[in-house]
């Protein structure tokens, strides 16, 4: 009978996923490489600035010296990098961009396989919906966050990629601008 049936709450799912950021945020390749927990990785669009890195058979964008930070919080350039998906110089845009240069590169944040290189990527919410069909299968969950942290890294899947000069105090004052955000 239908007068017996308890209502259970209607759960929508997709509040529970991250929001895809549409606007490019400024992230430091630190904030790439170094995040333990890929659940805490941006979504969506943002912009890097880093210094190009050619490999013979792919492309890394290496860390930058932020400044003003203190000595035991900052990175010497090029100390951590994040592999360029998608990346080659004529889609960059800018002629001018070669190895060692300075750039700005605006793309999407996602996780790629390094064991396997070919296979697809995986994007925030991917990772969240995985979890998600797991439901709550505690164990289950754990091994799948483990498996993925020893198979794949993040990355930035590339559209566009600029030279500029100053990388140094460009960063400084995007912190500076984020820091007063956040006050």
Sequence with gaps: MIANHIEQPIVDLAEKLPKYCNYYKHLLVEELVLEADFRQLHYGKCAVIGRLCAI??????ENVTVPHLPSDCKLPTGAVSVLLL???????GDTSLAHGNYCVVRGEVVLC??????SELLTIRGLYEHLLLLGDDNKGRYAFLEAIQRTHKPALNVWHAGRIDLAEELLQSRLEVRVLCHS
């Design 113 to 118: 396989n390094v064991e396997q290189p070919n």
């Design 86 to 92: 998608n990346f080659n110089y004529d889609a960059a």
């Design 56 to 61: 013979p058979d792919h492309f890394k964008l």
